[in-house]
């Protein structure tokens, strides 16, 4: 993969069902407005450490989204998600820490899925400026965009143009994987490299197909 280190965008996120509904639309929104997401799932290699992939990552990733919506357990007996706070903590201590001066440069999102959860179970991020996506897949969109505005990229189309662009363009995927024989459950996992390669190919098209749906 070539580095484009001012245009990648480490994403720190859980990587159950359930958050993949909020996922795919951050996935969308940073490809949309030009930017690279880079995930730890974005290559699939069993031989490969997880914690480098992640180290390479951050270091090759001018800026970053860490989501700690799922920091906290929602049932008896289930262990705290620690390994997102992990990752933002090797993030932050690049930026500090690395002897490139590059990195001071490093711009982070924090979200959230509940107000204030991240500073009740982070206290040492207090002063933080996080954002809250109410664990909605239009809010997290709108919490994205708001942020490249805020880090100072260059135009970034409205939220609601892109909530639409994105529905319709998950309806194109869903037809044209159902005629390549998925199933509809198929499709809703599909992995992360197929799914951004079919992106890929359809944002230069959007315009005209846009027009169908």
């Not at 969308?28 to 407005?33: A, E, G, N, P």
């Not at 820490?97 to 991240?118: Q, V």
């Not at 500073?119 to 239009?138: F, I, P």
């Not at 939220?159 to 044209?176: G, T």
């Amino acid at each position: 993969m070539i580095n484009h280190f001012d245009r990648n965008v480490f994403i720190n996120c859980p990587f159950d069902h359930e958050y993949r509904l909020l996922l795919i639309p951050i996935l969308f929104t940073l490809r949309y407005c030009k930017l690279v997401p880079r995930i730890a799932s974005e290559r699939l290699d069993s031989s490969e450490i997880r914690l480098d992939k992640i180290i390479e990552i951050i270091l090759e990733s001018k800026y970053s989204i860490h989501d700690l919506s799922r920091i906290k357990s929602s049932k008896k007996g289930e262990y705290y998600r620690l390994n997102m706070p992990l990752e933002i903590g090797l993030d932050l201590g690049c930026k500090k820490f690395h002897p490139d001066e590059k990195y001071r440069g490093k711009k982070s999102l924090i979200l959230e899925g509940e107000r204030y959860s991240t500073h009740k179970g982070l206290s040492d991020l207090s002063g933080a400026d996080v954002k809250c996506h109410e664990n909605d897949a239009e809010k997290v969109i709108e919490c994205v965009r708001t942020w490249m505005v805020e880090v100072g990229r260059h135009y970034v189309p409205g939220p609601n143009m892109i909530w639409d662009d994105y529905n319709i363009f998950y309806a194109v995927l869903s037809d044209e994987f159902l005629k390549r024989g998925f199933k509809q459950s198929q499709i809703d996992t599909l992995s992360i490299p197929e799914y951004l390669k079919f992106l890929d190919e359809w944002l230069p098209k959007k315009s005209k197909l846009a027009k169908a749906y």
